[in-house]
């Protein structure tokens, strides 16, 4: 079955090509020298070469295409396909199972039994030192991409987190600073990854600097994180305008930490009361019933709750559709479960950069399964600055 899907796949793949091939000459057709002749036409094929795919090695060859034409430097003209780009070996989704099965618990030196056993025994160029090859590319990777600009961009939410990796080489923990954008379209997107000192107010501080000196001129609308960041007091100093909003996981967790066993369960069930609230009146409602049921026995656990009262209840006054989005840090913990399954199987990275890079390689591997916000279209209105009151336009209220 295997071999009859690989034999498939080498056929489409060689269709496609060839249909890339003939698309190209047919919209240059018109294009002729003096003696009438076609600029640009076919001329054979170029050599045949292996494809590593994640179903096994394909063997290609494209057709060569002869373009005669000249750019404006006097460079000749070449054809590339966007299908079989030049020295291509690997196909991208080959890059990305590499990470994912490290970050799954597979040793460097268990590569090759573990991909010959997905691709086949004769899967070339995926040995231990190639696997640290492409270690040390991701790594010039993620700093290249650390410094790219964010000039013209806006980001519209934050998410933050502080994860924590165990890395062989280091006597600490390393925090790693994590955020999490969605841009005006709705779109999510990672802002910056970040070794940090603990989740203190200094890292944050350095990191946001950082996004500024990028080109980030104006701070997010809201950025929702855990109440026990560092983050709060550097965001007041970096992006004054920001408003902050506390998870609800996180704050449940917390509250419910601090109450006997035999409380909790009714106990989650009233602080789901107060965030699931259709009204903001509703929610403040809610919030008092906790306060005066369980002040009395357990005065830890409602302070923990009272203290961040403003900060947990300021998604009513953004789009309803957007609230499942702002009351957690939810973007950011499904993304990094893998993470910390890795972190579980293993004794971690062995360096803090190797580290920052597998995250990020991981992260842009699974971004491209993020969905939009629901309500994309709102978040314009949000940031003209509309008014919204219980989830709704004011005007339209």
Known sequence: MTEVLRLGAQRMLLDAIEAEVEEYIAAHGHLRDEKDRRIVVRNGYQPERGILSPIGPLQVRRPRVDDRRFDEEGNRIRFTSAILPPYLRKTKSIEDLVPWLYLKGISTGAFPEALGSLLGENAPGLSATTVC?????????????????????????????????????????????????????????????QEGCRESEESWRELLLKLKARGLTAGPKVAVGDGALGFWKALRKVFAGTKPQRCWVHKTANVLDKLPKKVQPAAKKHLHEIYLAETRKDAEKA???????????????????????????????????????????????????????????????????????????????????WRRLRGSELLSDVVKGVKFKDGVKEDAA
């Open 287 to 369: 919030f008092d019933f906790f306060v005066d049921l369980y002040d009395a026995k357990h005065p830890k656990a409602v302070e923990c709750l009272k203290k961040d009262r403003e900060a947990l209840l300021a998604f009513y006054d953004f789009p309803a559709e957007h609230w499942m989005h702002l009351r957690t840090t939810n973007p950011i913990e499904s993304t990094f479960a893998s993470v910390r399954l890795r972190t579980d199987k293993t004794k971690g990275a062995g360096s803090v950069d190797a580290c920052l890079a597998m995250v990020f390689r991981l992260v842009m591997s699974a971004s491209r399964g």
């Open 133 to 193: 090859r492409l270690k040390e590319q991701w790594i010039e990777e993620f700093k290249t991409w650390q410094e790219s600009s964010l000039a013209g961009k806006r980001y519209v939410y934050f998410w933050v987190d502080g994860i924590y990796f165990n890395i062989r080489l280091t006597e600490d923990r390393p925090c790693v600073l994590v955020i999490l954008g969605a841009t005006e379209d709705g779109k999510k997107e990672l802002v910056a990854i």
